[in-house]
């Protein structure tokens, strides 16, 4: 099959499937425990696509240009028998990069049949080492050392490079981001700063609340000098820098004030089947219907040529007051 291209000339390579729109933590910048509360209606059992519906949508976009699967959530940990999941996908042919992104509390006990499973590496959220602080972000009561131990078994088991992913938000954790630099600096872990985005509408996005990118790395710099690192490849979100006593590198995620909507080669599938093409996406398109009313491969393949071939996203850009008091579908459901 021929490869994707939408309005913008960017194909379709990377896939973000959410497991699950349940999470174990209440982070107050993704699912504060005010609006996802006890009385919280997530979604049922049998709403969910299963491994195997998983596995054959991958199937198909990856006939059609998709070269990377990340398992996002919520908190995929939390979905029973994850590493099954995993053991289906990482066979697929064409399939060049598995990777999985987790809050890291469940992880010490599943890292190593994750591997062994076929993941490939880990990225775990972590926004800061004070604990008190950390405590009060995910709202869940679980510590910075639940988190650093679960990194420790991922290295353990071989899953490689580790990223370890850091939201910053302005008067809550950006005193902690040297911080996070030196504690990681020198291990071969990747630290990513991500500037505070308004994805949802549920978080309280201020533009004050935003530190960044440039006043990120600017402080990083002082303390551990950086130089600029060409991207990996087209489309990386990251900016990359390294260390100049060579102790690494870091990256920092700028949706904010240095968007990268041009290159964006993304789509994230919903746990319940629906393809956002944008992160900032309000409506999703249906993939579970077709799935278990007895559609062919082809016409779910031509389903999602339909869909690409007209995307022309590019919200990150185009953000204004206007626009931020739109609809968006919540990050705790499709992943980041």
């Avoid at 990083?220 to 390294?242: D, H, M, T």
């Amino acid at each position: 099959m021929t490869a994707l291209h939408d309005t913008f000339q960017r194909p379709l390579r990377d896939l973000r499937v959410s497991v699950t729109d349940r999470c174990n933590f209440r982070c107050t910048y993704c699912m504060p425990r005010e609006v996802f509360g006890p009385d919280f209606q997530f979604l049922q059992r049998s709403e969910l696509l299963s491994y195997e519906e998983i596995t054959r949508l991958a199937r198909i976009f990856i006939q059609l240009g998709v070269e990377k699967i990340r398992i996002t959530g919520g908190e995929p940990l939390v979905r029973a028998n994850l590493h099954e999941l995993i053991r289906m996908l990482a066979p697929l042919p064409g399939l060049r990069d598995l990777t999985l992104t987790t809050n890291g509390s469940l992880l010490r006990s599943q890292a190593q049949r994750l591997r062994e499973a076929g993941l490939q590496r880990i990225t775990v959220s972590l926004d800061a080492l004070d604990d008190d602080v950390f405590q009060s972000m995910n709202d869940a009561g679980v510590t910075v050392d639940t988190v650093l131990k679960g990194i420790d078994a991922a290295r353990e088991a071989g899953l490689a490079p580790i990223k370890v992913n850091a939201v910053v938000k302005r008067g809550v954790n950006d005193h902690g981001i040297v911080e996070l630099a030196r504690h990681f600096h020198g291990t071969g872990v990747i630290v990513r700063f991500i500037e505070f985005m308004d994805v949802g509408t549920t978080n309280g996005w201020r533009l004050e609340h935003v530190v960044s990118a440039q006043e990120i790395a600017e402080r990083i710099n002082a303390e551990l000098p950086i130089e600029p690192v060409e991207r990996s490849y087209p489309g990386e979100v990251a900016q990359r820098w390294r260390y100049r006593d060579g102790g690494g590198e870091i990256g920092i995620i700028s949706s904010i004030t240095q968007p990268f909507c041009g290159d964006c080669t993304r789509a994230r599938l919903s746990p319940e089947g629906q393809l956002f093409t944008c992160l900032f996406g309000a409506r999703g398109h249906d993939f579970r219907e077709p799935l278990r009313n007895g559609a062919s491969d082809d016409e779910i393949a031509a389903m999602l040529r339909r869909v690409w071939s007209v995307r022309d996203d590019r919200y990150s850009e185009i953000r204004s007051e206007e626009t931020v008091g739109l609809p968006r579908v919540e990050m705790s459901h499709i992943g980041g």
